[in-house]
Antibody
Framework: EVQLLESGGGLVQPGGSLRLSCAAS????????MSWVRQAPGKGLEWVAA???????TYADSVRGRFTIYRDNSKNTLSLEMSSLRAEDTALYFC????????????WGQGTQVTVSS | QSVLTQPPSAAGTPGQRVTISCSGS????????VYWYQQLPGTAPKLLIH???QRPSGVPDRFSGSKSGASASLAISGLRSEDEGDYFC??????????FGGGTKLTVL
């Protein structure tokens, strides 16, 4: 059974940093791309970043240069390093497993909440 | 403002058929597969349709997807109260990122 468990969310001040993690199990982690997708309160889904099984990365324009996605295939862990955080980054951040087509997910974790506020 | 356009709301009575549209462009829907996700209140999104019209194992055949040109649609037949929630379309854009629709809130009257 596929499981994705996010952690690391919390309250951070504008300009601050935060690292999110996602522990994956139930599938061969290193053969799948992984993504982070966020959802602001009461809003729709916004794709944030993705990383291929071998490490190729791609980012949404809204976070490029501020966020870094990386993975540790030896620990089946996906991470998102976020810096220079802004109020508009406040959202529920989901870890998602790739379906095999262009980073589109087929399974999502339950999410971890990030709130950027002074 | 989302790259893919969905109606903000849809509604139907139990047993009815409801259709949700998703409009894009030649650089996204027009040249890539469309996926649909269901998000029930307070839960994570769940894959409903992949590669335009394929249902993952466990998804009832009441749900169907189609695509024509730069538009796609999700149809739900035999509407049930437990179908109430938000529905999102998604695809890859050739500018190298995943794009989502703004979501459609489905109400079962």
């Amino acid at each position: 059974e596929v499981q994705l468990l996010e952690s690391g969310g919390g309250l951070v001040q504008p300009g601050g940093s935060l690292r999110l993690s996602c522990a994956a199990s139930g599938f061969t982690f290193d053969t799948y791309a992984m993504s982070w997708v966020r959802q602001a309160p009461g809003k729709g889904l916004e794709w944030v970043a993705a990383i291929g099984g071998s490490g190729h990365r791609t980012y949404a324009d809204s976070v490029r240069g501020r966020f870094t996605i990386y993975r540790d295939n030896s620990k089946n862990t996906l991470s998102l390093e976020m810096s220079s955080l802004r109020a508009e980054d406040t959202a529920l951040y989901f870890c998602a497993k790739d379906s095999g087509f262009n980073f589109l997910p087929d399974f999502w974790g339950q999410g971890t909440q990030v709130t950027v506020s002074s | 403002q989302s790259v893919l356009t969905q109606p903000p709301s849809a509604a139907g009575t139990p047993g009815q058929r409801v259709t949700i549209s998703c409009s894009g462009s030649s650089s996204n829907i027009g040249s890539n597969y469309v996926y649909w996700y269901q998000q029930l209140p307070g839960t994570a999104p769940k894959l409903l349709i992949h590669t335009n019209n394929q249902r993952p194992s466990g998804v009832p055949d009441r749900f169907s997807g189609s695509k024509s040109g730069a538009s796609a649609s999700l149809a739900i037949s035999g509407l049930r109260s437990e179908d109430e929630g938000d529905y999102f379309c998604a695809t890859w854009d050739d500018s190298l990122y995943v794009v989502f629709g703004g979501g459609t809130k489905l109400t079962v009257l």
